[in-house]
């Protein structure tokens, strides 16, 4: 990353006027517990005792069996507090916003995952707690609704525009606007204004440094892949970065191919030819966007992963070709999830199980002396219904006969 806060060609800080003073302050307080090893050791111990860290690396001894090639580890990332890798991102921000001295906390959120994170923080932190989500989102997300409230958070429901994740943001840009003196925006992912994703991607490294760790000692080489899910790519960074270094570990991003990548319904921005380069929402990078600059609808099953842009980081890795990204469809999904549950208990969030879909169709070309490492970003509680109206839905079925082997259980 250059000063600007462009990784190669993508990234950087478009923000407004007003908001100059308040990111210089966020800059400065950011390199500064960067450079500390005594805010890093604070943070490993708050995530050792709030949020279950380390999380397990889970060999998947069935599922490795099953497809007779490498073997599958599974990083748990479900295991934190609140049931994803969100926990470590909020937790991080917290403790920073504390080192500021600031006394409020707001964020946005669509699928309501990342504010009930946000909220957890705020009431184990003290601070107060606003969320913006739109109007849509709120009837649809009602359980998240209701829990954040229950922490005592403020939930705006917005109902300016479609009533969506975008709407909201921009309703949480204005609050900032008017509060940054006493308040912090809480990025939920690898996104935005610099510098935003540095940071972000700089608390969820714990997962790839634990990763790399247990990978040597329970299997005593380094894996030959690893598959992450990628919505705005923070727990894709977050395992990514522990193994970037080693040029011979292949790291590959799994998108949302929805409904197929050719019905246009889907979030696959580096894994399709849909996207093109944009500024938006402060940064620039691959967006799905019309020839007008307008943002496209997208669709996934997984509600996390059904966003327009994409990390700038990302961007940068794909460009590279560091990182090799494909998309994984519903109906894939389903069946990988279908498979995972019964062959070894786990059930991964939806989002995550896009990186199961890929890791499965490939584990066959690896030898059984050989390893890959899938990142379980979350846990499928939160999709029940969602899930359970899938398997209804007979077309899953379908795909598992129509290809054969692949997921037959
Ligand atoms: C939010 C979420 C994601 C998508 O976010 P990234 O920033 O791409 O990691 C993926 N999985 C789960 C379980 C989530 O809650």
């Given at each position: 990353m250059n000063k600007k806060g462009y990784f190669g060609n993508w990234g950087g800080a478009y923000i407004p006027e007003v908001l100059y003073e308040t990111f210089k302050q966020l800059n400065q307080a950011f390199e500064q517990v960067k450079g500390d090893p005594a805010f890093w050791q604070e943070y490993i111990d708050l995530m050792a005792t709030?949020?279950?860290?380390?999380t397990p690396l889970t060999h998947a001894e069935n599922l490795s069996r099953h497809f007779g090639g490498g073997q599958i580890y599974i990083k748990r990332e479900d295991l934190n507090h609140t049931g994803a890798h969100k926990a470590n991102n909020v937790m991080g921000q917290g403790l920073l916003v504390k080192r500021m001295g600031k006394k409020r906390v707001i964020a946005e959120t669509g699928a309501g995952q990342h504010g009930v994170a946000t909220a957890t923080m705020a009431a184990k932190f003290g601070f107060e707690c606003t969320i913006y989500m739109g109007e849509e989102d709120v009837i649809r997300q009602r359980p998240n609704v209701f829990w954040m409230e229950k922490m005592g958070a403020t939930v705006v429901p917005v109902t300016s525009g479609a009533r969506t994740l975008k709407d909201a943001i921009n309703e949480a840009f204005r609050d900032w606007v008017s509060s940054m003196d006493d308040t912090h925006y809480v990025m939920g992912t690898v996104c935005g204004p610099h510098p935003f994703p540095e940071m972000v991607a700089w608390f969820q490294s714990i997962i790839g440094i634990e990763a790399r760790k247990q990978i040597l000692n329970q299997f005593g080489k380094l894996p030959e892949r690893v598959y992450a899910c990628v919505g705005g790519g923070s727990n894709a960074m977050g395992i990514f970065q522990g193994f970037l270094a080693d040029k011979a570990v292949d790291l590959i991003g799994v998108e949302a191919g929805g409904k197929g990548i050719d019905t246009g319904q889907h979030a696959a921005r580096l894994a399709s030819k849909d996207a093109s380069v944009g500024v938006a929402q402060g940064y620039k990078t691959m967006f799905l966007q019309n020839d007008d600059g307008q943002m496209l609808d997208t669709h996934s099953v997984a509600a996390g992963l059904d966003y327009i842009g994409v990390s700038p980081i990302l961007s940068d890795l794909w460009e590279k070709k560091r990182v090799r990204f494909a998309a994984a469809t519903d109906a894939e999904v389903m069946a990988a999830l279908d498979l995972t549950m019964k062959k070894e208990g786990i059930i991964p969030a939806l989002e995550s199980t896009h990186a199961f879909v890929h890791a499965f169709k490939e584990a066959p070309e690896l030898k059984p002396d050989q390893a890959l490492i899938i990142?379980?970003?979350?846990?499928?509680d939160k999709d029940i219904f969602t899930i359970a109206h899938a398997f209804d839905d007979p077309s899953w079925k379908a795909f598992i006969r129509g290809k054969g082997e692949e997921y037959a259980t």
């Open positions: 709030y949020s279950c860290r380390p990142n379980q970003s979350g846990r499928g």
